[in-house]
């Protein structure tokens, strides 16, 4: 079920998070702090820079992300304020502020839903603490999401999802699959290693 998003109006400037976040959405702590609180999800893809204005206009969809049954869908929250055309997924309802984002009430244990979406739609697709990879160490899958499943499942259902992940991307996007960093190479998931080989990468790069 699909459930547009209801806040409008143009996007915020970094400054104006603090106060949109503690005055619409409750939330009396600094960003930084929350975002902390969500594992870090932009800060470290943008190699602990504050410049979020990166994802302005961008398309970014992310698994699992939060209803009003569970934790709240920050990282879509986040990126749609700022800017970003922010889609979520998650399998209870919506919560009940309106939200800067789209939201699709979907049961990911059957990956085939995401057919709604259009093929090659985002630029960024995240996967954190939600469905992790084989040998993930720690393996931050949901529990909920793998509840009586065997192992053969579980590994189908990895399998699937990646399918569904490599045709939502758009050429040149990212896939960030718990620790592991992907993109999208003439059709195809190519791994980048982890974010903090990306990181250490980017570091070497900026050494004159």
């Keep these: 079920m699909h459930f547009p998003k209801q806040r409008s109006g143009p996007a915020i400037d970094l400054h104006q998070l603090d106060a949109v976040l503690g005055n619409e959405y409750g939330v009396p702590m600094h960003w930084k702090q929350l975002i902390a609180a ?8 943008l190699y602990d820079s504050d410049d979020l204005s990166v ?13 009003s049954l569970r934790y709240q869908p920050w990282f879509s929250r986040i990126l749609g304020l700022l800017g970003a055309r922010a889609t979520c997924v998650d399998s209870g309802p919506p919560t ?29 697709i995240t996967n954190n603490s939600f469905l ?6 720690p393996d931050n899958t949901e529990p909920d999401l793998i509840a009586g499943m065997s192992d053969a499942q579980v590994d189908q259902l990895r399998a699937d999802l990646l399918a569904e992940t490599e045709r939502l ?5 990212t896939y960030l699959y718990d620790q592991e960093v992907l993109s999208k190479q003439g059709g195809v998931l190519v791994s980048e ?4 080989d990306r ?5 070497a790069q900026q050494k004159p």
């Design 96 to 124: 009940a502020t309106p939200e800067p984002f789209d939201y699709y009430q979907l049961d990911l244990r059957t990956p085939s839903v995401l057919r709604v979406l259009p093929g090659a739609s985002f630029d960024l």
């Design 132 to 137: 992790s990879p084989p040998g993930a160490v």
């Design 55 to 67: 994802y302005r206009n961008q398309d970014v969809l992310d698994y699992g992300g939060g209803s």
């Design 193 to 196: 290693g982890s974010l903090q």
């Design 199 to 203: 990181f250490r990468r980017w570091l």
């Design 169 to 173: 991307l758009r050429e040149g996007g």
């Design 38 to 45: 969500e594992r870090s999800k932009m800060r470290r893809l």
